[in-house]
């Protein structure tokens, strides 16, 4: 088991302190720097958003890009699934 450990992140010029095992400290850098980004994003669209609610759309925006992307690996799985059994179909039906 991994060591947790405390580190330090910045998003939207505030630092949070947040505890994590030592082999996701790299996948947390990476969240609250995408999070920052996109909180920075809509906050340079539209200036007079709160922190909150530019918080909140941050939030919804990564969710949104997450289940795209979930949604075409379920796609690509599917369409994975049908090629191995049309090959199965084809190895059988070379088999006779």
Do not use: H, W
């Amino acid at each position: 088991m991994s060591k947790a450990d405390s580190i330090s992140v910045i998003i939207n010029n505030l630092e949070y302190k947040i505890k994590c095992n030592e082999n996701e400290v790299d996948l947390l850098n990476r969240s609250a720097a995408l999070l920052d980004i996109k909180i920075s994003e809509i906050k340079k669209a539209s200036p007079t958003i709160t922190n909150d609610k530019a918080a909140i759309m941050a939030g919804l925006n990564i969710a949104s890009m997450y289940l795209g992307q979930d949604d075409k690996i379920q796609n690509l799985e599917s369409v994975s699934e049908e090629l191995d059994s049309i090959q199965n179909t084809l190895k059988f039906e070379g088999d006779s």
